[in-house]
């Protein structure tokens, strides 16, 4: 079965970067696009971008540009989401979510839980 | 461009809801709808992609579709269950981005 499992929470301090991963199983790897998105407390869900496994290849949303990273270990079956230059307004649940076709996300990791906090 | 959502929205057990989802540029019809249903601590699954597909498992109460002349996608689900109290979130994409709408609170009383 298809499964996406993330890390463990983490808690930060504003300017720190949190490095969050999401390993895939149950599917081939390098088939799926994986997208990450967020979720602040009492905000709605929030899209930071997509990569392909395949090669590596990513789209930031342009509000994350030069603070996101994504990255992918196909060794590992695993995608990485950096984040920089943590600020309080970044603490959030993060998921990481395979997109079937259409932008559709069919699979969802549990969460990870950032909180920025000095 | 946005998708707004109404905040919030009540029914009754057994009657039948309508969310709304309303593109503020572009065609709603130029790109698929999904719609989402998230319960507290918990990740969000489809209840509609496509527009108006359904993924196996959710029920046929749950339906969608998208009206051209309003720019806006509809999530309706019929003979409410108390189950279906969650928070539902529309999604769709353009060339560059995807965008979520800020998400409705169905309130099943």
């Known amino acids: 079965q298809v499964q996406l499992v993330q890390s463990g929470a983490e808690v930060k301090k504003p300017g720190a970067s949190v490095k969050v991963s999401c390993k895939a199983s149950?599917?081939?790897?390098?088939?799926?696009?994986i997208h990450w998105v967020r979720q602040a407390p009492g905000q709605g869900l929030e899209w930071l971008g997509i990569?392909?496994?395949?090669?590596?290849?990513?789209t930031y949303a342009q509000k994350f540009q030069g603070r996101v990273t994504m990255t992918s270990e196909t060794s590992t079956s695993t995608v990485y989401m950096e984040l920089s230059s943590l600020r309080s307004e970044d603490t959030a649940v993060y998921y990481c979510?395979?997109?079937?076709?259409?932008?559709?996300?069919?699979?969802w990791g549990q969460g990870t839980l950032v909180t920025v906090s000095s | 461009f946005m998708l707004t959502q109404p905040l919030s929205v009540s029914e009754s057990p057994g009657k039948t809801v309508t969310i709304s989802c309303t593109r503020s540029s572009g065609s709603i019809a130029s790109n698929y709808v999904q719609w989402y249903q998230r319960r507290p601590g918990s990740a969000p699954i489809t209840v509609i992609y496509?527009?108006?597909?359904?993924p196996s498992g959710v029920p046929d109460r749950f339906s969608g579709s998208i009206d051209s002349s309003s720019n806006s996608a509809s999530l309706t689900i019929s003979g409410l269950k108390t189950e279906d109290e969650a928070d539902y979130y529309c999604?769709?994409?353009?060339?560059?981005?995807?965008?979520f709408g800020g998400g409705t609170k169905l309130t099943v009383l």
């Open positions: 990569i392909n496994p395949s090669g590596g290849n990513t």
């Open positions: 149950g599917y081939t790897f390098t088939s799926y696009y």
């Open positions: 496509e527009d108006s597909q359904k």
């Open positions: 979510a395979r997109e079937h076709e259409s932008y559709h996300f069919d699979y």
């Open positions: 999604q769709s994409y353009d060339s560059s981005s995807v965008v």
